[in-house]
């Protein structure tokens, strides 16, 4: 085990998808990667990028605790680990930097174990996020539908599907943070039942329209059940979602916001949209989720 060196390599992810709360996901073409080296003992962890002020550098960093639970729970004896990490996903923007930081420590610890990660792998990811959207899409690659069974063992489970050829997200990503727990904490305990009724018929569309039909994706990302009620938490996002919908532009919030996901057809100028501090970035679908290479001691 000692010396033993590998390198992860993680996309981001969108969630929700509008109508897909807690449900959908979809794997993006920007990545974090990870080197990593057992040694005999210690924490040692280097972190460039986004996020490299804010994250530990010790035992308690997301990845470590990740790896940790995967070699823990897979019999696997970890002596020490030295981590340098590089982060391209935007930290608190909606764009699942933490779930792509614990499907590394995930995939890592399976791959030290000789395994590919599985259900039982995603199981384990999703319990550190509390639901599999984002994880699943960061390791599985591609469209992902998750859901959960209390009791049930795998717990959380999700199931991959191709994306369509012409998928192009366009991500509109600001400087502001944003946090899960916050934007969460504004939803209320119960909704209308049209309401609820509605966003299903949106999320069960949403599967056909990112799969085959993404002329229809304008229709499959409204959602009434999950953003008006987290927009004082974001309203310029929120407020942008509502103008590319009225030019006929498929968008919705990014995970728990504050980046605004978008689907143009063809060439959209944004000059007629109010894009002052956000970076426009066009992003491809990922397709192969998170992977994971042996490398030769010293390489």
């Not at 030295?82 to 935007?90: A, D, F, G, S, T």
């Not at 791959?111 to 384990?124: I, Q």
């Not at 209320?188 to 990112?210: G, K, N, Y």
């Not at 063809?266 to 426009?280: C, H, I, M, P, Q």
Request: proline share 6%; charged share 20%; net charge negative.
């Amino acid at each position: 085990m000692i010396g033993r060196e590998l390198r992860i390599r993680v996309p981001a992810s969108t969630a929700n998808l509008g109508s897909g709360f807690d449900t959908l996901g979809l794997a993006l073409a920007r990545y974090d990667e990870v080197r990593l080296r057992v040694v005999e003992r210690g924490i040692r962890v280097e972190v460039s990028g986004e996020g490299a002020d804010a994250v530990p550098r010790d035992a308690s960093h997301l990845l470590v605790r990740a790896l940790r639970a995967a070699t823990d729970a897979l019999g696997v004896e970890l002596p020490g680990v030295e981590l340098r990490c590089v982060n391209r996903i935007p930290h608190a923007r909606g764009l699942g930097s933490s779930a792509a930081t614990i499907v590394s420590g995930v995939a890592a610890g399976y791959a030290l174990a000789g395994r590919e990660p599985d259900e039982s792998a995603l199981d384990l990811a999703a319990r550190f996020e509390g639901h599999a959207d984002n994880v699943a899409a960061s390791m599985l690659g591609g469209v992902v539908v998750a859901w959960s069974s209390a009791g049930a063992s795998p717990a959380f489970r999700a199931l991959r599907l191709e994306p369509h050829a012409t998928l192009a997200p366009v991500l509109l990503v600001p400087e502001v943070e944003s946090a899960t727990h916050t934007t969460r904490g504004l939803l209320p305990e119960r909704v209308p039942h049209e309401d609820a009724a509605f966003t299903a018929s949106r999320a069960a569309l949403a599967v056909a329209a990112l799969t085959s039909r993404p002329d229809l994706l304008l229709d499959a990302t409204a959602d009434r059940l999950h953003q008006e009620y987290r927009r004082p938490a974001w309203p310029r996002a929120l407020a942008l979602v509502e103008e590319l919908r009225a030019a006929g532009v498929p968008a919705a919030i990014s995970g728990a916001g504050p980046t605004v996901v978008a689907f143009p057809t063809g060439e959209l100028s944004w000059a007629g949209f109010d894009t002052t501090g956000l970076a426009v970035c066009p992003l491809a679908v990922d397709t192969r989720g998170v992977t994971v290479r042996e490398e030769s001691a010293g390489r």
